[in-house]
């Protein structure tokens, strides 16, 4: 087995077991049920399930993957397995855009990248179809980058639907372009193909609601209600850089709000940013601009001027409310700081036990000869 691939398999097996460990009782037997996460006991295909009931697509495609999987598996546990899923490909994923030797720094980023506030905050609401995306786009980075298997890298996004879609292509769309130009004359139509793929990808909810018969509507209010918010003691742009920031009061654990723990959130984030801005990693300038682009559209809230440009953009075009929920974009920062983390960790000396010298063994080995002898 390649180092790559006993990486990736290491950082698997540890994302399980923090999945195990985050979602703890909610891998009991039975259903977990908070708020968008809704699973049900054999689930039927209707009009809701294709996003052709008149309301919004926002459960397109994944109620029906969902739904789909529930024909040969208990729902229950298909639940339980996308959840884990998550945290298994979030990991391995992050692990594997580390270029290290060593499986620790791998294993440093990998960990980082599914235990932190964006993935607590977001499972806390339910909200495993975004995470889905999230979890793949250290994939995407990969797959874009090395222009190879986008379409696979894109899948778990495409499941999840149009907010980890919208996620996934502020993360990929940069990338793409600073491949384009970094590279040679073959890599031109790279931006091509991953504008492709990302919108074969969103046909399932693109097409429901262009054929709404009373057309694509957003409701300016929502972006006073959706907007980011405070929830350590650094403002929100901090919560934000901290990784919290959600809109929802209710998601955010107990004890964030502690100065101590903001504050080592805060530094562990700007650590792994810091570490991933002065790294070589050849992706960088894509991811930078992706996590500069996902910090600027969270941080449009932060200010009543801000709210009011939005506000106006969503009523001269409904599709612009889909950045109503500012701070999920800010999940290409979660990736440059666990990279940048995962960087920090290869510069950590590791001890190695002192080997002794052959000359040391071999004139051992002859008196103890001679010691056999003697006798």
Not at 78 to 86: C, D, E, P
Not at 219 to 228: I, L, N, R, S
Not at 332 to 354: D, E, F, K, Y
């Amino acid at each position: 087995m390649s180092h790559t691939a006993r990486a990736g398999l290491s950082a698997a097996l540890t994302g399980l077991v923090l999945g195990c460990l985050a979602l703890g009782p909610a891998l009991g037997w039975g259903f977990t049920l908070v708020q968008d996460m809704v699973f049900v006991p054999d689930p039927v295909f209707s009009h809701f399930t294709f996003g052709l009931a008149g309301g919004a697509a926002r459960v397109v495609p994944s109620d029906a993957v969902v739904t789909a999987l529930a024909q040969v598996l208990p729902a229950e546990l298909v639940q339980k397995l996308i959840l884990l899923a998550i945290f298994v490909l979030g990991c391995s994923g992050a692990a594997l855009l580390v270029p290290s030797s060593s499986v620790g720094p791998r294993l440093v980023a990998g960990v980082f990248y599914v235990w932190n506030p964006y993935v607590a905050e977001r499972l806390l609401i339910g909200q495993w179809a975004l995470l889905l995306g999230y979890a793949g786009l250290p994939w995407v980075v990969r797959a874009v980058w090395s222009g190879r298997r986008a379409a696979l890298a894109v899948l778990p996004a495409a499941v999840g639907g149009f907010a980890a879609m919208t996620v996934t292509a502020l993360t990929a769309l940069p990338l793409a372009v600073a491949r384009w130009r970094s590279g040679d004359g073959a890599r031109r139509l790279g931006p091509v193909r991953v504008v492709v793929v990302l919108a074969v990808f969103s046909l399932p909810w693109l097409v429901p609601t262009a054929l709404r018969p009373e057309g694509l509507r957003g409701d300016p209010v929502g972006v006073d209600a959706f907007a980011a918010r405070a929830d350590t003691p650094f403002g929100t742009v901090g919560s934000l850089l901290s990784l919290g920031g959600i809109w929802n009061l209710y998601a955010v654990p107990p004890g964030y709000e502690t100065v101590p723990g903001a504050v080592a959130r805060l530094l562990i984030t700007l650590t792994g940013l810091a570490f991933f801005l002065r790294g070589t990693v050849p992706y960088k300038k894509g991811l930078s601009a992706a996590a500069v682009i996902g910090l600027g559209v969270a941080s449009i809230g932060v200010t009543e001027p801000g709210r009011m440009a939005f506000r106006w953009a969503v009523e001269l075009w409904a599709g612009f409310a889909v950045f109503r929920d500012a701070q999920q974009f800010v999940a290409p920062v979660a990736l440059a700081s666990a990279i940048g983390l995962g960087l920090l960790a290869t510069h950590i000396p590791v001890p190695t036990r002192p080997r002794a010298s052959s000359t040391s063994g071999d004139r051992s080995g002859t008196e103890g000869s001679s010691s056999g002898g003697g006798g």
